[in-house]
């Protein structure tokens, strides 16, 4: 099976923390940038972040900057997303993504998608 499969999200208070997972399988992760997206209901899908193949390079949103930190692990095939700082606009479906393209390539193609996982922040 070719798939990324993303875990972690949950329900949590804001000002909480939540550590989400992407785990790859049946390709060459090592070769492969992985991005951060969410899509909340009635809203664009928002890139939030991007780790590059090698991990040297990372990016963030805005909207996340301070509170967000992207990671990987090469050896475990699986890239983290440490949230804290949490806030109710923070609240979406979190999906990752594996592309060849660079982290500063805008539009870029993504070979493959994982489901997504819900991350719900209410008090």
């Known amino acids: 099976q070719l798939q990324l499969v993303e875990s972690g999200g949950g ?3 804001p000002g909480g923390s939540l550590r989400l997972s992407c ?15 969410r899509q909340a209901p009635g809203k664009e899908r928002e890139g939030v972040s991007c780790i590059s ?3 040297g390079s990372t990016n ?4 996340v900057k301070g509170r967000f930190t992207i990671s990987r692990d090469n050896a475990k095939n699986t890239v983290y997303l440490q949230m804290n700082s949490l806030k109710p ?3 979406a479906v979190y999906y990752c993504a594996a592309t ?3 982290c500063t390539v805008v539009d870029k193609f993504y070979d493959y998608w994982g489901q997504g996982t ?3 922040v209410s008090s």
């Open 100 to 102: 060849l393209r660079d």
């Open 11 to 13: 329900l949590v208070q």
């Open 53 to 55: 193949s090698s991990g």
């Open 23 to 37: 785990a790859a399988s049946g390709f060459e992760f090592q070769y492969y940038a992985i991005d951060w997206f």
């Open 118 to 120: 819900q991350v719900t």
């Open 60 to 63: 963030y949103a805005d909207s």
């Open 89 to 91: 606009d923070d609240t």
